[in-house]
């Protein structure tokens, strides 16, 4: 390991583009503490300031705000006032829209079809559909910040802005501005650097919260033995929690590259007096066909019924409000039920849309390729429907046990989210994807230019399933 590290560095081409990619991050890092002009200096003192890391289970929140943190979170935004509040976030949401509707609008269809020129064009409606995701959500958080009640001025506002319509535009253009700069770096990463330059930046964002962590860990926990008391942090349950993590990662390794391989033969030609083709190889159906896109749409739908039953409770202050409103709260029971059952029917569907069985039957046959025991068309597709069905079952299932562990533990120990987000979720999802993704296209490099990889015994290939 130590040795290819080093082989790393020998290969100009590859030394150059993880330097560009370290310093694109370091950009991004610094533009996310940068903050939008005419804020107010106590807004930004208060959250310089040291956290209150006291104890509880909380760290999460409810309803709008539940939901800006939970978004914060996965895309490395902030919702304060920076330059880069927003994230990435307004990207991705975009290109998962222009994704659905390519499925379902047949001249988009058309278009991706068309191959480089096609792809082009989606890329660029992508990216005006961003522009116009950043300016409602934009609008939606500045409009919310003017009646934040942090600092004398009730909201974001510094004192030399004497015009709350002036700071709003002045937000709102920053914000989107910051988003726009947020998708040209993760353009130029994908050109000049290494790995996919989107994901590299979500990842860099949800890891500059990994100190904090430690941070909240040096002020709660006890170096003693409690028997896992509920109101204390000691010796046990640090350690359950970082064994916890190391089992996690593995898990999550492991299913990320698990396959489940489908044998392929090739038809054979005889040309003369030679036979070519017969090879068999195989066809890898990926277990976890989804990534994390069910979980964030399962996060975000969830925040729907928070938020209504919460405003229906303030509003309507009776016993069938509260009710509805503790029943749907964060970590109660149906909620966390709610949430496994949007995460296989979110599975399901991004799995349908991802996944196209018959047009993989049409293309094997044009290949001269076929699955040994079914007959190419029909047969082969409704067999690689069946199989994809089965395994999506148990990649449905892997997503809602990592999308529950942080939410139990932390109730069952009584250990803030700040900690136990960290052992499941997206967060980490995206983190071990993105570095196995890294890993893989470093591994490329040496490979290609006659250097052994990151494992003796090959490379770094997918499980098979």
């Not at 979170?73 to 829209?97: E, K, V």
């Not at 640090?238 to 990320?256: D, E, Q």
Request: hydrophobic share 50%; net charge positive.
């Amino acid at each position: 390991m130590i040795a290819s590290l080093v082989n790393v560095f020998k290969i100009p081409e590859l030394r150059r583009k993880i330097f560009f990619t370290l310093l694109v991050i370091a950009v991004y890092r610094f533009g996310s503490y940068t903050p939008i002009p005419g804020t107010h200096p106590g807004y930004l003192a208060m959250i310089a300031a040291p956290d209150d890391f006291s104890g509880g289970a909380g760290g999460t929140g409810s309803g709008f705000g539940g939901y800006l943190n939970f978004i914060a979170r996965i895309t490395g935004g902030s919702f304060q006032p920076f330059l880069f509040a927003l994230g990435i976030m307004p990207y991705i949401s975009a290109s998962i829209i222009l994704q659905l509707l390519t499925q379902a609008v047949p001249s988009l269809e058309r278009l991706a079809k068309e191959g480089e020129a096609g792809r082009r064009k989606i890329n660029e409606y992508t990216r005006y559909l961003t522009v116009v995701l950043c300016v409602i959500q934009a609008a939606v958080i500045c409009n919310t910040a003017q009646f934040i009640p942090e600092t004398q001025q009730g909201g974001w506002r510094g004192e030399a802005v004497t015009s709350s319509t002036l700071y709003f535009m002045v937000c709102l253009t920053a914000m989107t501005a910051g988003t726009v700069f947020l998708m040209w770096m993760g353009e130029l990463i994908d050109e000049f650097g290494i790995g996919n330059g989107i994901s590299l930046i979500i990842m860099a964002g949800i890891v500059d919260r990994l100190p904090a962590v430690g941070l909240y860990l040096y002020h709660n926990a006890q170096f003693k033995f409690a028997s896992f008391q509920r109101d204390v942090i000691g010796i046990e349950k640090v350690v359950l929690i970082a064994v916890m993590f190391v089992g996690v990662v593995l898990a999550v390794v492991a299913i990320t590259q698990a396959q489940r391989r489908v044998p392929i033969q090739q038809a054979k030609h005889t040309r003369g007096r030679r036979v070519y083709g017969g090879q068999r190889q195989y066809l890898p159906l990926r277990v976890n066909q989804a990534g994390v896109i069910p979980v964030i749409f399962a996060s975000s739908l969830l925040m729907l019924p928070m938020y209504i039953f919460e405003a229906l409770a303030k509003m309507w202050n009776n016993a069938a409000t509260r009710s509805l409103a503790a029943a749907f709260g964060y970590g109660s029971v149906v909620h966390l039920l709610a949430y496994v059952f949007l995460i296989y029917i979110f599975c399901y569907f991004w799995t349908a849309i991802q996944f196209q069985p018959k047009e993989m039957a049409d293309n094997l046959r044009n290949w001269g390729s076929f699955i040994p025991g079914r007959r190419p068309g029909a047969s082969t597709s409704r067999y690689l429907e069946r199989v994809m069905n089965r395994i999506t079952y148990v990649g449905a299932g892997f997503l809602a046990v990592i999308a529950l562990v942080p939410i139990v533990l932390s109730r069952a120990t009584n250990v803030n989210m700040i900690v136990t987000g960290f052992l499941g979720g997206t967060g980490l999802l995206i983190i071990v994807s993105v570095a196995l993704d890294v890993v893989q296209r470093v591994e490329s490099h040496l490979i290609m230019r006659h250097y052994e990889g990151f494992l003796a015994e090959g490379r770094v290939h997918g499980r098979q399933g």
